[in-house]
């Protein structure tokens, strides 16, 4: 197999290149194939235990990397669940620090989603707590711990959680990839130094080793003629990712769980920022016996190559591609009126050359706290949250809000409301088509956004960049619905 080693030095020039210097020399014949994910946990209950475990991620010569994680797989376990059904999940920390967990994207209720010291108090080493909400909505979520959350997500606590339709789509296989980023050190150990100052004014921290599902991938054995959903998960702390499948059309048909129109997306690079999801459709139109690169070019010359699609020599498994519909059934989340909406501007301020007075870096932003890089209007909520701080505004229970996201910085901002589903409706005043809609929308440098949603959720919500480092360097606020 001449292309497995073709790979092996093209992972291997990345591993050395730049930033992705830790893991040379440790690329072995020993990665993982990245296969069916079965769930590890299905329906209607699950026990969720922080702690810290062991994992072989970059393959078996290497040494295994010390992570925390739930129930001592990395990712934690993927859940999945049916779409209108009760579910529990009981968590007992094994940590030696607090924790909560959040549900990501899940519209549930306000006490149940895991903010400590907004929504619950945390859960104390050895202490347990009792999550029950019941999803409305079908798509792919997440969870993830939501105390001094930059380390214990960037330590990996983190997991999937899918939300099966009622009638699920046609497809041959479907698959998840949870896609992690870390910062190892040469013997394969996250490096220290999370909040690093300088980083955290800037796009956070960026690592050098991507994994699929807990595993330095490489490749997705497939066959010819086959139909694959893909739930792809950005999992990451910091990293964006811009994924281009060569030699293949991926149609993106949900963002955060919501159906969106089918749509090919633009200039062939499926855009995701942290906490971002896309389902997408993806026909195996190549040819058996060929390989095909899943490449990650957002940071430009840091191109590399995530995956190969390996096809097996199989004749196709049938003679045309699929032409089953690849609309998914809409969710039950309620279409903004914006007529009668209010506004409210949330401008995004702060981090190197953020053309503040006093530079960023806490220099001279009203109501900056010490150690914040980042502000919403001109205040910073740092670390997990202060629910003193008052909310950024106040809304009507079944109002119509629009949020008008003004990046005022020179950086990347995925930002992520709780406890709702918004429509993205325009990006510098031009409408954003396919009927888009998310809880994570990824604003650029200087752009301005605007999204909508029903504020039919009671309760004090975070508003937030998903970039841990921008969260809790200031660039969050809550919002409240009553
Ligand atoms: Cu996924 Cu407040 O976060
Ligand atoms: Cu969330
Ligand atoms: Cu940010």
Redesign the pocket.
Known sequence: MPFTSVLALHRRGFLQSGAACALAGLSGPAFAAVGNVTPQSEGFAARLRPGSARVRMVGDEAPATAVWTYNGVEPGPALRLRQGAPFRAGVENGLTEATTV?W??IRLPNAMDGVPGLTQPTILPGRGFEYAFTPPDAGTFWYHSHENSLVQMGRGLVGALIVEEREPPAVDRDLLWVIQDWRLARNAQIAPGFNNRMEAAMDGRVGNTVTINGRLPETLQVRAGERVRLRLLNAAIARIMALRFEGHRPVIVAVDGQPCDPHEPADGRILLGPAMRADVMLDMQGEPGHAYRVVDDFYGRLAYTLVSLSYNASAPLRPHPVDAPLRLPRNPVPRPDLASAVLHEVRLQGGMMGGMSGGGMGGGMMGMGSGAAWAINGQSMTGDGNPDMPPLFRIDRGRSCVLDFRNETAWWHPM?L?GHSFNVLSRDSVPVPHDEWG?TVLVRPRERVRVAFVADNPGDW?LHCHVMNHQVGGLMTTIRVT
């Open positions: 959040h990501h994207g992520h709780h809880d975070m």
